[in-house]
């Protein structure tokens, strides 16, 4: 399969994407999370690239999608250009934290582009509870200093504070990590407001498979929550990957994979 990087300009902005070529078949478009870019679901993509016409897009702000300032509206938006834009409807999106809430705001928002939904730990938190939407608050502040910080590292220096934070994944993930923290702009900051899940939820009415990490680790979407998701919309079903954190797919590969083929195959 011949994976070729391209351009979408629409208006003054441009979002870089990637794309198989594998027309005629279904297509499955992925959405990173917070700086990431496109290329840091490769494996993934990889191993369903028979199956598949795949799109792996750089969001605002990330990869070499355009710089500017951006609102989590926007960022669907984007993505709904890409699809209607490309004629890919109705696509799978597949999103990962950021990304996820991106892809559930596409589902409710634009329900004719996409057939399905695959959401890997969206950040989302119970609104009743005071300590986790504290926790949010402080983890957009580290996400600011993480930004700064990494501008000061060698590429040598990053790729061990990587692999000193994430044990657990495998070698093959890092440079695509290593060179996704190279491209991301800090005005990506402003694009990590959600509107309350409770509003995206409601309006989903296509079958949407959440992926949520073990409770022990550093995953987001806790227990609580995904039981009154599971409550609001029986459009969704959800699965924990066990010894994983946030980072499902790069901590458990296998049990995660076999959670997505089941879902869309």
């Not at 794309?19 to 191993?47: I, M, Y």
């Not at 657990?168 to 990590?177: A, I, R």
């Not at 954190?245 to 590969?253: D, P």
């Amino acid at each position: 399969m011949d994976w070729q990087a391209n351009d979408l300009r629409i208006s003054d902005r441009v979002t870089h994407y990637y794309r198989n070529g594998n027309t005629g078949k279904p297509t499955l478009v992925f959405c990173h999370g917070f700086s990431d870019n496109g290329l840091c679901w490769h494996k993934v993509a990889f191993t369903l690239t028979e199956q598949f016409d795949i799109v792996l897009l750089d969001a605002r702000n990330h990869g070499q999608s355009s710089r500017g300032a951006v609102s989590p509206k926007d960022m669907t938006q984007d993505l709904a250009d890409v699809i209607t834009t490309l004629n890919l409807a109705p696509v799978i999106a597949v999103g990962h934290s950021m990304g996820a809430s991106t892809v559930a705001r596409l589902a409710a928002d634009y329900p004719n582009l996409v057939s399905r939904i695959v959401l890997e730990d969206p950040a989302w938190f119970d609104e009743a509870d005071a300590k986790p939407l504290k926790g949010q608050r402080r983890r957009a502040a580290g996400f600011a200093k993480y930004l700064e910080m990494i501008t000061r590292l060698s590429n040598d220096q990053l790729l061990a504070m990587g692999q000193a934070q994430h044990p657990k994944w495998p070698l093959d993930e890092f440079p695509n990590w290593v060179q996704s923290k190279r491209e991301v702009d800090v005005l990506a900051l402003k694009g990590l407001a959600p509107p309350p899940w409770q509003a995206l939820v409601h309006r989903i009415n296509c079958p949407a498979l959440l992926l949520h990490a073990d409770e022990t680790s550093d995953g987001i979407l806790k227990q609580p929550v995904v039981d009154q998701i599971l409550t609001l919309n029986p459009c969704f079903q959800a699965i924990q990957i066990k010894d994983a954190g946030h980072n499902l797919r790069r901590e458990q590969f296998e049990p995660f994979m076999a959670a997505i083929k089941a879902f869309l195959l």
